[in-house]
């Protein structure tokens, strides 16, 4: 809603400022109701037995625009992530498969350049002396995650080459922003020493996001920065969410003058619960007794102020309640199942995708050639071909494309775990300072968050173990692997494999989904 409000009414929507791709070039455009009436060439048969949703159920004919029925009818073969291949300058060469990639360093004519993501460099090749024919990247947006694939695009097939999930950080940054604001108006308050506050730097410039959104924009950027970097990126596919939030929270499918009331059209909010209810509390049953209006799900654990998060309770029960989830407080679980069957889902993430859909195109296209594309179409491409839900499998189908022959049987999961705290000191509850820290973060040439390999000969800790270092000044450092942390290995079988860069990595099988 931010992002919208830039653009004013009886403004002219300008081509380059909101690019607008065609539906569906290729296919027909049809519903159940009107039939196959738009399509270019021999129409598709429906199979029997199945609900028609578009390219869901259909089997296209050879003649039909140069599709295959291999196409629409058989799951795409899986293959390996590809490698990152720079030249001798550093110059982002075409991917290869890890078997040459092996092959190259087991001859010595390439070196690692990158240990995660995974990228060698080539001694005794340039890039002009080298075939490069780029590569494309897509984008499906999201609010906790975020996933980004690299593949080649030959006319309408698209080959898989490497995927990521991008995990977001941004409901740890909307805590630590009301800790610091919860601090500052303590100090306000309280009879202490304290800043007067200002008003006359408050005013936000356009545009302006809230810097847990803000965090998504940047660092989605940032991976297709880095992307650039690594592989011969020729454009950039990414898709324009938007979500009807009205039909997400109703509880039935809405029609005609429907959809353009609220849950409380004719209601005010007390009388609509009252009548919900019963004029009784949802908790004990009590019906002779002043009633309070009480969150399901409290606000100060994130709950809003939607109906749907509203119930009756009575004064005895709203104390004992106070800020507890209703999971705790309900025992019986006919009456917690009852309470949450009414409570709706969050809106949060949704609004949270739609704020930086438009922050997040501009500043795509500053940097590279960018396209986009409707959810519809993802879902045509993706379903088409037979793929399961996941945002990787959903940014490899983003945009114009016929065919997906080829996906990765691993996404390379990058979660944002930040670089550390400015702060040298750690607050207790109230807000004071406690625990100073080191001035210096790195030690004995380690820092934490790097990631290194300890080999340790003999003793309780023997073995090879890979991941993340937390240093101590003592020099007995903490591994953390995919296994557990491992306390106290010296740092002598210490050794560094690739500097910390904010991002904490793992693997994880294809089509397993972490939707939102």
């Known amino acids: 809603m931010t992002r919208l409000a830039t653009f004013r009414a009886g403004q002219k929507t300008h081509q380059a400022v909101l690019p607008q791709q065609p539906a569906l070039e290729s296919e027909s455009a049809d519903t159940p109701r009107i039939g196959h009436e738009t399509g270019p060439g021999p129409r598709p048969t429906a199979e029997p037995g199945a609900d028609h949703v578009r ?9 039909a625009g140069g599709v295959t029925p291999n196409s629409v009818g058989e799951k795409p073969r899986e293959r390996h992530p590809s490698v990152f291949v720079l030249d001798k300058d550093h110059t982002p060469l075409q991917p290869c498969h890890p078997a040459r990639a092996r092959k190259l360093l087991a001859k010595d004519r390439a070196v690692v350049a990158r240990h995660t993501p995974f990228t060698i460099r080539i001694k005794d090749r340039s890039v002009q002396a080298s075939e490069v024919d780029g590569v494309q990247v897509g984008i499906d947006p999201g609010s906790r995650h975020t996933g980004i694939a690299v593949f080649t695009a030959q006319g309408g097939e698209r080959r898989g080459r490497y995927s990521i999930q991008l995990d977001h950080r941004g409901a740890q940054i909307r805590k630590k922003l009301g800790q610091r ?37 940047q660092t989605t950027t940032a991976w297709v920065a880095r992307i650039a970097r690594w592989a011969p990126v020729t454009a950039v596919h990414v898709e324009r969410v938007v979500f009807d939030t009205h039909v997400l929270s109703a509880r039935t499918p809405l029609e005609g003058v429907e959809y353009q009331q609220g849950t409380l059209a004719g209601y005010e909010v007390r009388e609509y619960l009252l009548a919900e209810f019963d004029r009784a509390c949802v ?9 309070n209006i009480d969150h399901v799900h409290p606000r100060a654990r994130g709950g809003s102020d939607r109906v749907s998060n509203l119930v009756l309770a009575c004064m005895p029960c709203n104390r004992a309640k106070s800020d507890r989830p209703v999971e705790e407080f309900i025992t019986d679980t006919r009456t917690l199942a009852r309470i949450l069957a ?9 609004a949270a995708v739609q704020s930086t859909r438009w922050a ?30 996941s945002h990787t499998l959903d940014a490899l189908a ?8 080829r996906t990765v049987s691993r996404v390379r999961v990058a979660g944002c775990a930040g670089r550390g705290s400015y702060a040298r000191t750690r607050t207790d509850k109230h807000g004071f300072a406690r625990l100073r820290l080191p001035r210096t973060k790195g030690f004995f040439g ?20 890979t991941g993340r270092v937390a240093v101590r000044a003592s020099g007995s450092f903490n591994i953390t692997t995919s296994q557990g942390t491992v306390q106290g290995i010296n740092r002598k079988y210490v050794r560094l494999l690739q500097r910390a860069d904010g991002y904490g990595y793992a693997w994880k099988g294809e089509g397993v989904s972490s939707r939102p």
């Open 360 to 389: 997040l195109w501009r500043a795509l296209d500053e940097r590279l050639p960018t396209r986009v594309a409707s959810g519809g179409r993802t879902k045509w491409n993706r379903t088409r071909n037979h793929l399961p839900k």
């Open 55 to 63: 390219g869901e159920t259909t089997r296209i004919s050879p003649d």
């Open 398 to 405: 983003v945009g114009k494309a016929d065919t997906l022959t």
């Open 446 to 465: 380690f820092s934490t968050g790097d990631l290194v390999r300890a080999v340790v000969p003999k003793g309780k800790k023997a073995g090879t173990r």
């Open 181 to 217: 604001s919860a601090y500052r108006r303590r100090r306000r308050s309280a009879n202490l020493r304290h800043r007067a506050p200002r008003f006359s730097n408050r005013t936000r410039p356009r545009g302006w996001l809230a810097p847990s959104l803000e965090h998504r924009v």
């Open 342 to 350: 009414r409570a709706k889902a969050s809106l949060r993430d949704a």
């Open 283 to 291: 908790y004990c049953a009590a019906t002779d007794t002043p009633l």
